[in-house]
């Protein structure tokens, strides 16, 4: 079935610091999510991207599909406590007999702050 | 994560006893899904719908029920709970999957440990 594999699986940061993690799958979607779930929370929708090289921005989340729509990365700039959590990404497909597509999740990326 | 409810929070069942967890959302959304979180393994879908009446099964279906009679609700059954099925859930309610504009809302969990 279709995978995303999301990367890093955890990382630590540093208040200030520039943060990066990116999906790719070997399907092409035509919707690229990304989500942060806080401890004991349902995730929660950051950036939601539906052409293939569109760049978004949030505050100081950039995410962008990728041109090959098979992969996307999301951003955060100049880090704060905050911003620790998990993050996931999801894409959907299309089916083009007319139902609607499902979303499908990244295992996620667990961003710590650094001890 | 405005506007789709679940309840339980929590919730410890036997094996082989039966439960309900419910879904509803007052967003008027047609598509509405369950998913079920374990660590390391993201989400994963269990089941689905487009509309009142129909249902599809998702990634994960075995052990699951689930019905639409009406656009808010969407509750999902579990028939004689299994301790694999221990995990957190989530309902997710949208207007349309990969709709440009469209925004997915998650519940908030619930929590179920299966002994």
């Known amino acids: 079935g279709q995978q995303l594999n999301q990367s890093p699986q955890s990382m630590f940061i540093q208040e200030g610091e520039d943060v990066s993690m990116n999906c790719t799958s070997s399907s092409i979607f035509n919707t690229w999510l990304w989500y942060k779930q806080d401890p004991g929370e349902g995730p929660v929708l950051l950036i939601a991207?539906?052409?293939?090289?569109e760049l978004t921005s949030n505050g100081r989340l950039t995410a962008q599909f990728g041109i090959t729509r098979k992969d996307s990365f999301l951003n955060i700039s100049a880090s704060i406590p905050s911003d620790v959590g998990i993050y996931f990404c999801?894409?959907?497909?299309?089916?083009?007999?007319?139902?609607?597509?499902?979303?499908?999740f990244g295992k996620g990326t667990k961003l710590s702050v650094k001890p | 994560n405005a506007g789709v409810t679940q309840t339980p929070k929590f919730q410890v069942l036997k094996t082989g006893q039966s439960m309900t967890l419910q879904c509803a959302q007052d967003m008027n959304h047609e598509y509405m899904s369950w998913y079920r979180q374990d660590p390391g393994m993201g989400l994963r879908l269990i089941h689905y719908s487009v509309g009142a009446g129909i249902t599809d099964q998702g990634e994960v279906p075995n052990g699951y029920n689930v019905s639409r009679s009406t656009t808010e609700d969407f509750p999902l059954r579990l028939l004689s709970a299994a301790p694999s099925q221990t995990s957190v859930y989530f309902c997710a309610s949208s207007r349309r999957i990969g709709s440009s504009g469209n925004t997915i809302y998650f519940g908030e969990g619930s929590w179920l440990t299966v002994v």
């Open positions: 991207l539906y052409k293939a090289g």
């Open positions: 999801a894409a959907s497909y299309m089916n083009y007999g007319g139902s609607q597509g499902n979303l499908i």
